[in-house]
């Protein structure tokens, strides 16, 4: 099947290719290339982006939009005298004669002169208008927003309706920030984030929000529906051209436990240096702390928002390096890219955990108890470097990662299982174990155009690993005198290749309208070896002794149709084709393994809609999970002797059915934003536990191991049917009046996921509905707050009546007061968090955290000095449960985050400016030919 499906691949491409190709080799041609720009209030001209050109030819109109820098360009042009109209929702409409002379190239500069022939301007003297729509731009107003000295760009972007900043990015409306210009250039670089945190908010005037079309390259001629991403553009006072920015971080504490131990002083240093500009990036980062954060951000530094339970220190030392040539729009553009990171984290944490059993016909009480301490360590030097080359026809990306490292892990584990009124049994265990090896990376890609309609694209990726370690493990059992010590040595090396090509046909020059033939193969090789002695009989230990080899290949073959639908949207639909090897060589304990090949049909199907004011999208799609190596390899793992684990060769490949409906809008003129999202996957095959429970020492023939009472085994099975699905409703209002938003949420997720207990297939259901509303205020400009409430629901239930439910409501509260006596500032949060259990007796479990700082801002705000302190009430249990399939599970996980710091942070912020005065008046905004939204 996959040699026919080749071959009509093949025989398409061909067929395509001949009916393509060019009518009239010999026509006689030109191409006519220039800008847009308009005046702005001080005499300078501004670049247009978004008009629409057209060029009227007899056959046909040409038509394009500018690009963000205002240029646009026809390519193949007949030779001929013609008009050329610029147009623009905001702008008068300018028309003039081109001649297009043969094998040349005709010059335009167009300049746009603001409509007067609206009804009046629009000038708002006493309340800035926050949203203005010009056409498919979207214009947000700074002057409306309240920001302090010295804050960043992203103080303001929190403030706009439909966006939502995370520590992944910012979305608006639906759509992920792809880019940031500054004044229309990429001055910080990719990073839509960096320019966000490094340029400061008072000298943004406004941010402009758009869509362009994805492929940037020069002279390409874009069709209708080619996909388009959504980018940020940052117009500034100072019309900026280079900053350089950085700053230096000092803190000094100790926890307040009350007991000295590791890591209760706690420290925190570093620095950073940064210059940026539209053809160089230059970065250095440094930074030491063990106060659990990975960021070297004075504001992830120094905010209160609890760090993490387990203790971290970290050390990272990072600088880079980004140099362009050429200009996006403008010709070819290549780029470089290199960096250098040392990377050494330690973390320990500590956990307790406890499974309250069902009772069935074998036993009336069942309780698993299990107390973890885990300590890993990590030490990593990483270089890379990539070259990227885009030019009119053709895009070229080379990449290259070379990764050391060395890695540790130490695991104390106590267990202890109770069952009816015998003899409490359990265990204890160590386990140390330490790994060094490299990690090498090499990928490029190739995307040429052959024709106006006929792109290919080709791109490899290897990745070779090799790495090897020693560890020693200690077990011992209550039901034993015996202590089992091994000692072992294991040897790891992988390699993982890619491979893709792709051809893609397009029905019309106008329209992107077409198909698309992939094939992509992947190859992965991992072999394992580890030998474990008894110390002092040197007696090999078979159970923890392997040597095996696996591998997989995978082959998939893709045909995709794709169909931009005018005033509907985008459609695309197809059919994937996947055959997978999987292949396991066993060279001890026995000569032994696994191959199995799976194959798999997997369609498609996606529709789209986008605009500035909002966005709808459908997709369903089929995806197979394989199985992992663990769960393929028939051999035992008994790193914790009471719950045993062990593979099944015989496993298959899930097959799951995802839906996803997503819904975006900005709804009426007091900018209220509505979000909702559907997902369901539907899962055949699922690989599921299989769970077998030993009341007294069982021989597992299998393995030649006898396994202790009250233990647990741990195998896999394929059952169909599991399904999982949430849904989510938001509401997002902005007020004027509190300066700031009020988000209203509605979230339900539902599950149904099978396992087996010993040999009874049990069926698990859970729901989880909850309620949620968050608001955020800045009622004054020295003073920012912040409230939400959520109030969630869980049920749980399988098929053999039992269940669990219970109630978890949480409340959180901030607040931020500034300027006090003009240098001062006070902020706290605040959390609670409590739960009850319905069908469980016991008391209700709560967490409270309550975190404080205050500080002194000086030197124009550039200099800092603070005391914070985190988890001062002592009340953090660190407390979550769940129902699995025949039991509740009940953790407290141990805190580490309750300390205090003084703190000393200065930073500094220098531009360079493209006019000789970097300050306009930030009074009254005028706007004049707009829709005005939010007044």
């Known amino acids: 099947m996959n040699r026919t499906f080749r071959n009509l691949a093949i025989c398409a491409f061909f067929l395509l290719s001949f009916l393509v190709l060019p009518r009239d080799a010999r026509a006689q041609t030109g191409t006519v290339a220039g800008s847009v720009v308009t005046p702005d209030e001080n005499g300078v001209q501004g670049v247009v982006v978004g008009a629409l050109v057209e060029l009227c030819i007899p056959s046909d109109t040409l038509r394009l939009a500018t690009s963000y820098t205002g240029t646009f360009y026809f390519r193949k042009v007949p030779v001929g005298t013609y008009t050329l109209r610029v147009s623009h929702l905001s702008y008068e409409t300018s028309e003039q004669q081109v001649e297009v002379k043969e094998g040349s190239e005709s010059g335009v500069d167009v300049l746009l002169k603001e409509r007067t022939e609206h009804i009046r301007d629009v000038v708002v003297e006493a309340q800035v208008p926050l949203l203005t729509v010009r056409g498919d731009t979207l214009i947000f107003n700074a002057a409306a927003t309240r920001i302090q000295e010295g804050d960043e760009a992203l103080r303001i972007v929190e403030q706009l309706p439909g966006a939502i900043v995370s520590e992944q990015g910012v979305t608006l409306l639906g759509q992920q920030i792809s880019r940031t210009y500054v004044d229309g250039r990429l001055i910080f670089g990719r990073d839509p984030m960096a320019a966000l945190r490094n340029l400061l908010a008072n000298d943004v005037v406004k941010i402009r929000a758009y869509d362009e079309y994805a492929d940037r390259r020069s002279g390409r001629k874009h069709r209708k529906g080619e996909k388009m991403e959504r980018v940020l553009d940052i117009e500034t006072r100072s019309k900026l051209i280079s900053a350089t920015t950085g700053h230096f971080l000092a803190s000094y504490g100790a926890d307040m436990q009350g007991q000295r131990a590791e890591g209760s002083d706690r420290y925190g240093i570093g620095g950073t240096a940064n210059f940026f500009s539209e053809k160089l990036l230059l970065e250095a980062n440094a930074f030491s702390n063990n106060i659990g954060r990975k960021s070297n951000r004075i504001a992830d530094i120094l905010q209160l928002a609890s760090p993490k339970s387990s203790y971290d220190r970290n050390t990272l030392v990072d600088v880079g390096l980004t140099r362009t040539w050429g200009e996006w729009g403008a010709g070819t553009v290549s780029e470089l890219a290199a960096s250098y990171t040392y990377d050494d984290s330690y973390s320990r944490a500590a956990n307790y955990l406890q499974q309250h059993y069902f009772p069935t016909e ?4 069942r309780e698993y108890a299990d107390t973890t301490q885990n300590t890993t360590e990590e030490r990593r030097h990483e270089v890379f470097v990539s070259w990227s080359r885009s030019g009119e026809k053709s895009r070229l990306d080379i990449a290259h990662q070379m990764m050391f490292q060395k890695t540790g892990d130490r695991t104390r584990r106590s267990t202890d299982n109770i069952l009816d009124d015998q003899p409490s049994a359990g265990s204890q265990s160590r386990n140390d174990h330490s790994q060094s090896y490299y990690h090498i990376n090499e990928s490029v890609a190739w995307i040429p155009e052959l024709t106006e309609r006929i792109g290919l694209g080709f791109s490899a990726r290897v990745d070779l690993q090799n790495g090897d370690g020693s560890g020693l493990r200690s077990d011992s059992l209550a039901s034993s005198s015996r202590r089992q010590v091994l000692t072992s040595s294991s040897v790891g090396r992988s390699q993982h290749v890619q491979a893709e090509a792709s051809v893609s046909f397009s029905f019309s020059e106008e329209v992107n309208n077409g198909l698309d033939i992939s094939y992509a193969y992947e190859y992965n090789n991992q072999h394992n070896r580890q030998t474990s002695l008894d110390p002092f009989d040197q007696r090999i230990d078979t159970v923890n002794t392997y040597n095996y080899t696996n591998r997989s290949q995978i082959h998939k073959e893709e045909l995709q149709f794709r169909f931009f639908l005018p005033k509907l ?53 089929t995806y197979t999970q394989l199985p992992s190596v663990e769960q393929l390899r028939d051999r035992l793992d008994n790193t914790n002797p009471m719950m045993l684990i062990a593979g099944n060769p015989d496993l298959k490949p899930e097959y799951r059915h995802m839906f996803q409906f997503s819904y975006s809008r900005l709804i009426g003129k007091k900018n209220h934003s509505l979000d909702a999202s559907i997902h369901f996957t539907l899962t055949d095959r699922q690989i599921v536990q299989r769970q077998e429970f030993f009341t007294s020492p069982t021989r597992l023939e299998a393995w030649d191991y006898v396994a202790p009472a009250q233990s647990t085994l741990t195998t ?14 938001s509401w997002m209002i902005p007020s004027r009046k509190l300066h700031g938003q009020l988000l209203l949420q509605a979230i339900f997720n539902y599950e149904d996921l099978p396992s087996y207990v010993g040999s009874q297939l049990v069926r698990t259901r859970g729901c989880r509905p909850q309620l949620k509303f968050l608001l955020t205020s800045r009622p004054a400009r020295n003073l920012q707050l912040s409230f939400s409430n959520t109030t969630g629901y869980n049920s749980y239930a399988n098929n053999l009546n039992q269940k669990d439910r219970f109630l978890r409501e949480s409340v959180s509260a901030s607040g931020k007061w500034n300027n006090i006596f003009k240098y001062f500032y006070l902020q706290a949060n605040y959390s609670f968090v409590w739960s009850h259990a319905l069908e469980r007796s016991g008391a209700d479990v709560q967490n409270q955290i309550l975190n404080v700082g205050i500080g002194c801002q000086f030197l124009k705000r550039r200099a800092e000095i603070s005391f914070t302190a985190y988890d001062i009430l002592n009340r953090n249990s660190g407390y979550t449960t769940a129902m699995y399939s025949d039991y509740v599970q009940e953790l407290w996980v141990h805190s580490f985050g309750r300390y205090f710091t003084f703190n000393f942070a200065y930073k500094f912020n220098k531009s360079k400016s493209g006019i000789s005065r970097s300050g306009l008046n930030t009074g009254a905004v005028q706007e004049k030919g707009s829709t005005l939204i939010g007044r």
């Open 569 to 621: 949207g985008d459609l695309r639909f197809g059919t994937r084709m996947q055959s997978a090897q999987v292949l396991c060589d066993e060279r001890f304990p026995g000569p032994d393994g696994y191959d199995s090949w799976f194959h798999s049909l997997l369609p498609f199907f996606n529709f789209s809609k986008f605009s500035m004011m909002g966005q709808i999208y459908f997709d369903y799609t």
């Open 362 to 365: 074998e036993y009336a009480r």
């Open 716 to 729: 896999y099975e394929n059952v169909g049917g599991a399904k999982s699905g949430s849904a989510q409703l």
